[in-house]
């Protein structure tokens, strides 16, 4: 399998490619598509999809890799 997986700006994780999706169960989940965006705010009504509800609650995230901070 091999995906790509891109976290947006105060937004969705989109996720391309082949990939899995299950339950914490180890159920599977059908995405419908190749192409999905992920819930990072916690708030969407079709977890684990996004609906858009980041821009309503106005949810912030870096987009890019977060640098640890120093030990």
Request: proline content about 24%; overall charge positive.
């Given at each position: 399998m091999s995906s790509t997986i891109?976290?947006?700006?105060d937004g969705?994780?989109?996720v391309r490619g082949d990939f899995e999706l299950q339950t914490p169960d180890g159920e599977?989940?059908?995405?419908?598509?190749?192409t999905i965006a992920l819930c990072?705010?916690?708030?969407s009504a079709t977890k684990p999809f996004c609906d858009g509800t980041h821009?309503?609650?106005r949810f912030h995230a870096e987009a890019?890799?977060?640098?640890?901070?120093?030990?």
């Open positions: 891109v976290p947006y700006p969705p994780l989109i599977p989940i059908d995405p419908g598509r190749g990072r705010c916690g708030k821009k309503v609650v890019g890799r977060e640098t640890p901070a120093p030990r």
